[in-house]
């Protein structure tokens, strides 16, 4: 079964045609760790013992937290995740999030920044697999 850790270039174009004038979004990030992290594609931020997916994710918060404030992002909830209450039982996520951007324009320029990009390893190396759903309230 694949995962799903990167965008491609037509979900990219897709995400920015439906929802750059659309004001804030917030972004559902549904994640699941590695049960050890894998800094095989991320060298230099092996932080040079074994540790799990949940503490190089915590890693990738802790780089990423004062740059997100500084780009104007928010996260707006972090919290654990079993199984659902509608949807398939095998399907498992450990950690819902969601991080509020003012626009699409300020969640692209966050995401190419050149210092979050120094530390984004750390996020690869600790899921197994996410998914990312942009949402928008929707004009009444």
Known sequence: MPSHLLSTPESQQSFYQQYHDKGPIVMLNMLRFRVEADYSQSKALDPGKIIS????????MNATAPLLDKAGGQVVYFGSSRGFLIGPE??????????KYPSVE???????????????????????????????????
């Open 90 to 99: 095998d399907e498992q996520w450990d950690t819902i999030l969601l991080v």
């Open 106 to 140: 300020v969640f692209i320029r966050f995401a190419q920044d050149k210092d979050y990009l120094k530390t984004a390893g750390h996020r690869a190396a600790a899921l197994e697999d996410s998914r990312l759903l942009p949402t928008a309230q929707p004009a009444l």
């Open 53 to 60: 997916g949940r503490e190089a994710y915590k890693l990738y």
